[in-house]
């Protein structure tokens, strides 16, 4: 599998750093963070070690009750690196409308992007040996 959804979630007002309830760039590099992690456990079985992030772009500002999604697709594998592009997309946000019932809309087509980046992973040998045995 090369390219995958693999993370949906609601931003939290606890992720607010800055004034106008701006949430930091950081989140949405745990974010990353955490979809390449998932992406390398299951086709490595290891976390492998972020090696560097090369052209992060955040392009949206993310505000607490948005929904996003982190997609992660690979662009080029070696025996002991992956390199991966990862987006995340809004799926949806809080509304500030006394007259609807929900406080949130959400959606299913695809969001715009809020940030974007490409991060290289290294992965242990040992690790890189098991799944060539798999194989």
Not at 49 to 68: C, K, M, S
Not at 104 to 109: L, P, R, V
């Amino acid at each position: 599998m090369n390219s995958d959804k693999v993370l949906m979630v609601r931003v939290s007002s606890r992720e607010v750093h800055y004034a106008n309830d701006l949430v930091d760039g950081a989140f949405v590099l745990r974010l990353f963070g955490d979809a390449i992690t998932f992406v390398t456990c299951r086709d490595d079985g290891d976390e492998g070690l972020l090696a560097a992030y090369e052209g992060v772009d955040f392009r949206e500002q993310i505000h607490p009750g948005d929904f996003l999604a982190v997609h992660c697709h690979r662009v080029d594998r070696t025996r002991l690196s992956r390199t991966y592009d990862v987006v995340a997309r809004r799926q949806g946000y809080l509304v500030s409308d006394e007259s609807r019932e929900s406080a949130a809309i959400a959606w299913d087509q695809v969001g715009e992007v809020v940030a974007s980046a490409r991060a290289k992973v290294v992965i242990p040998m040992g690790a890189a040996q098991r799944v060539r045995g798999r194989a």
